[in-house]
């Protein structure tokens, strides 16, 4: 795994410990982009997640919501 894509699903742990997975949608994507407005994580915007491969784009959610599920089940799985 590449460091993009290790700071990728870092992000996506961050949220999902943030968050129960049976959250609705919007309020995940609002508390993301909280998240990223704020730089509550590592400092980083979203040019920064961006050139990680975290997008908030409606056309580049897929990969995003992907990294999310993956983090709901990891800790789903610690717990």
Known sequence: M???QNVAS???HY??????RSTPWTLVYDEM???VRSRAF???GYAELSDAGVSLS????????ELLDQA???IGDAM
């Open 2 to 4: 590449g460091e993009a």
């Open 42 to 44: 590592h400092g980083m």
């Open 10 to 12: 870092e992000f996506a």
């Open 58 to 65: 409606i056309t580049g959610l897929d990969q995003t919501c």
């Open 72 to 74: 709901w089940e990891q």
């Open 33 to 35: 982009c909280r998240v």
């Open 15 to 20: 949220i999902a410990a943030r968050l129960p």
